[in-house]
């Protein structure tokens, strides 16, 4: 199992059984933020396990169903993120915001800047805009505009 840690990006867990085993085998808490229970890329299910289904008759097939395709969904933006951020300013907002990012939307886009909507773990929202070539004045002006709205 220890080689799966230095092997693999994350390790995923279904339910709270496995969490915990995996956790366990990562006694010195170096790997902490590879282990990820499943439940945590939902975007719309607010759940901390995937249920067995088998205790659940035939709609409890469907609810794990609906749950696992929510939480794919997570999963493919959270690794759409991590593939389409910097490494470097994944880390610095993780380490900024004191949390790991769940997902990232794109919100718009254009020459000057890029701008995302991200979600962490907690369900907390922020907006980010990186601007592209260096042009940060236009961050002095949206702030004012910004500023005026409240």
Do not use: H
């Not at 220890?2 to 390790?11: K, R, V």
């Not at 759409?80 to 380490?95: F, H, P, V, W």
């Not at 773990?121 to 592209?132: D, P, Q, T, V, Y």
């Amino acid at each position: 199992m220890n080689d799966d840690f230095e092997l693999f990006d994350w390790i995923i867990t279904m339910d709270e059984d496995n969490y915990q085993q995996i956790k366990w085998y990562d006694q010195g808490n170096n790997y902490a933020d590879k282990i990820r229970r499943m439940t945590d890329f939902c975007i719309n299910a607010q759940v901390s396990a995937v249920p067995d289904p088998y205790y659940g008759g035939n709609q409890g097939f469907e609810n794990v169903l609906d749950l696992l395709e929510d939480a794919c969904q997570g999963l493919l933006e959270f690794v759409t993120l991590k593939k389409n951020m910097n490494a470097d300013l994944q880390s610095r907002l993780e380490i900024i915001l004191a949390e790991p990012v769940k997902s990232t939307t794109a919100v718009s886009g254009g020459c000057i800047a890029d701008s995302r909507k991200l979600e962490l773990n907690s369900g907390k929202l922020f907006f980010l805009k990186m601007a592209r070539q260096g042009n940060y004045d236009m961050f002095d002006s949206e702030e004012q505009g910004l500023e005026e709205l409240r």
